[in-house]
């Protein structure tokens, strides 16, 4: 297959031989998870179960409400001890409303029911299914999976892109999960590809993993509807607007939909999760982890219990040796920072990554000396130099002239900057103040409505009030005049 | 746990400020070594002057300014300036022509606009136009080699002298450049024909043995630091390549039609400063465009203006006029020429997509 090319891009050092090696490990759930009830995009799951409500594995603990949303299930048996407010894996540490499930050790499953042949039911019933097991896009976009396949398929998508290209570096889940389960990941593909009516399948995976191409190519050997593209190692080939570039030359239109390309992209590990769906009955309570990093003791991938906290995924890899300069929740190019080892992971939850100081490369920022290489690099053509100067001085509308909503966070050009400018920071924060003038005009176009309203119906009471008068007057008269008349 | 909350990326490139200033200055180090060799002492004397009062001058700004001084005076852009800066003076220029140069440079060049990053001009080219415009007598007393240890050459009492004392016999040693042979000898209406034979020599051109600034007279020099800069990814071809090209089809074209009025292009690409240049000088990350479309312009405008001024300008020499020019305009291209956005249109609205004829994938 004839490939293109994506811009500029980088080469970080990949550092996925710390565990790109050991063969996924389950891990046990441990004593308490912490489940939260927002996990994807859109609203949050609304709880069905109470405090002090027994649970099996499986069974569902909050369905998803409204058009964008997405169940969550009980990753193991128990007891429900706290539904309420606990710390989100996000920088802020805000509290989001969790679940909190206390194992009983048993780990017994829920009464499951034999399931149907999926390819008997129509696309639209295997979409509701993959809906009902709480599957959301797991490479990180966190959007519910059967909404993305329903309007694709709606959308008249030809090719299902499946992500394997892990460009992240350190990270290594997708690979070992390509490596080991390959053939539960084609299923996946074929499962998805039925609810999108599309005809075929690519299979996008980075040079650099040599395995999991040769395990993936065997897995769909003989099928001519799926097949391995291999691409070219750099960083971001994983992200959606460049897996679609690298594929077929075209760009997802600003503003637009990738499915607009006539592309759909999904993660290795979204796929999988719906063969464990749809022919296990295995809703989305658990996925592959990347527990890695200088300061962690033994690096490795888990197969571990969505709301198991960082905590406990350190100390199940033998904890963390040294001091930690920076813990991170997915890889060092786009992960969050988490401000307490007391956050759960989630089903979105790529890797955990504790950096030692050498490796988290704390420097101190120099002025910019314009070499233009945050230009070079910069996947979408923007200017990234120009923008954070921009937004430095809170001039957003120069940020927004210079493409700011196009910036898709890739951490490409504060990867290269010599003079070690987190221009990153700079564009969320002209993002967050973005969003907060908008809020504000809406408050003020809102607010002036109101009071237009509140004018128009005085001035209409006032009118009314006039004409009542008026009518008085003119019934006084007329009742006057009546009455001379009588008298005369 | 000591924990940093910045947003991502966690991780970096292996590079700094320091280290960009530090591989240029050891790819501009063989030409220097050259002109030091070619010009001995004195070239050394005015070398280590101009270098000192940039970094004295870089020092003095930044306490004067309430900056640290350590980290930005060892970020290597001061040193950097003195050496670019020295390179491109007559190599037996008294000693206050350095020490003015490199004054001027860091302070009106750099210094007032903010420092680091933020000068308008390339500190050592603006230093260059200001001595050239003020001392051009100075500034354009011109010597043939005097390699260091041969005969006629000044021990290292006699090139202190020269620096701080001045030439004893300007008169004995110093000569015109070719370009400024050139420039009188047609001012005279001579042709080509007869000005050249016995005076331009390419091979001898290319090879440095001949009469120029400090650190320009070697050209194949210039071009292996050039070279090895752009292997490394400091530079982009974009300027260099504009620039020398234009010079070139210029000079091709112009001599295709008069052959005795302008001279061919090999003159043009191997005398004066012009390597030196479209390498060293126009490549200046701070007063260069930092678009590839916009490299292109401004290289091209160097180019075109190194001809103009050489051809019909008032000086036989055009590469510092040039780059300042140009600099001056780099604001104005970078506001103009932009990359294309991903998924927009040049103007910047939304791009419909042209969905092939065949799927994906069944294009062989």
Known sequence: ?488 | MNLHLPSAPHTHAPDSVPRIMGLVLLAVAPATLYGLILFGWPALSLLLVTVLTCLLCEAACLSIAGRPVKPFLWDGSALLTGVLLAVSLPPWAPWWIGALGGFFAIVIGKQVFGGVGQNLFNPAMLARVALLVSFPVEMTTWLGPHPLFSSHAPGLFDGLAITFNGIPDVDGVSGATILGHVRTQLGMNHSLSQILPGHFQPGAAVLGWTGGSLGETAEWLALLGGGWLLWRRVITWQIPVAMLTTVALLAGGFHLLNPDRFADPALHLLSGGLMLGAFFFATDPVTSPTTPIGQLVFGAGCGALVYIIRTWGGYPEGVAFAVVLMNAATPLIDHYLRPRIYGRTWGGQSRPVKRPPTRPGESQ
């Open chain 1, 1 to 488: 297959m004839k490939l293109f090319d994506f811009w500029g891009g980088v080469h970080p050092a990949g550092q996925k031989h710390l565990s790109a090696d050991q063969p996924i490990r389950i891990m046990p759930p441990p004593a308490r998870l912490h489940i939260p009830l927002q996990q994807h995009t859109g609203l949050p799951a609304l709880a069905v179960v109470k405090v002090g409500d027994s649970v099996l594995k499986g069974q569902l603990l909050a369905q998803g409400q409204g058009a964008v949303s997405a169940s969550v299930h009980a990753p193991t048996s128990g007891v429900i001890t706290a539904i309420g407010d606990f710390t989100a894996p996000h920088v802020s540490g805000l509290p989001l409303p969790t679940v909190t499930l206390d194992s009983d050790g048993e780990d017994r499953w829920l009464e499951r029911e034999p399931l149907p042949d999926p390819f008997a039911l129509e696309p639209e019933q295997v979409a509701a299914q993959i809906a009902e097991a709480g599957i959301v896009g797991m490479g990180g976009a966190n959007f519910p999976a059967a909404l993305k396949l329903n309007k694709a398929r709606q959308a008249k998508v030809h090719t299902l892109a499946v992500n394997g290209a892990e460009c992240e570096p350190y990270m290594t889940c997708d690979d070992r999960l390509m490596r080991e389960r390959a053939a539960g990941i084609v299923d996946g593909v074929r499962l998805m590809l039925y609810a999108l009516q599309a005809p075929q399948a690519v299979i996008a995976i980075e040079d650099n993993k040599p395995e999991a191409i040769a395990s993936m190519s065997a897995a769909c050997h003989g099928d001519p509807q799926i097949r391995v593209v291999v691409v070219p190692s750099r960083y971001p080939a994983g992200s959606a607007k460049q897996l679609i570039q690298l594929l077929t030359g075209l760009e997802t239109p600003a503003g637009g939909r990738g499915t607009d390309t006539g592309i759909l992209v999904h993660n290795v590990g979204t796929a999988y999760a719906v063969h464990r769906a749809l022919r296990q009955a295995h809703p989305l309570i658990s996925r592959i982890v990347t527990i890695t990093g200088g300061a962690v003791a033994e690096p490795q991938n888990l197969e571990a219990p969505i709301g198991a906290l960082v905590e406990d995924l350190l100390a199940f890899c033998g904890g963390v040796t040294g001091e930690v300069a920076k813990l991170l929740m997915g890889g060092p190019m786009m992960g969050q920072p988490l401000p307490t080892w007391q956050t759960p992971m989630v089903k979105g939850t790529n890797g955990i990554l504790a950096l030692t100081a050498a490796e988290a490369q704390l420097t101190t920022p120099s002025p910019c000396i314009r070499c233009g290489r945050c230009v070079e690099v910069c996947p979408m053509g923007l200017m990234p130099l120009e923008m954070s100067k921009r937004a430095r001085c809170d001039d957003l509308d120069g940020a927004l002239d210079f493409g700011l909503i196009d910036c898709i966070s890739c951490g490409s050009c504060a990867y290269a900057c010599p003079s070690h400018i987190p221009l990153v920071q700079y564009f969320e924060y002209a993002r967050g103040v973005l969003e907060a003038r908008e809020r504000a005009e809406q408050k003020s176009k809102e607010t002036r409505r109101l009071l237009d309203q509140r004018q128009a119906r005085l001035a209409r009471a006032e009118q009314a009030k006039a004409e009542a008068a008026a009518r008085r007057q003119a019934e006084k008269r007329q009742a006057k005049a009546a009455k001379a008349g009588a008298a005369a």
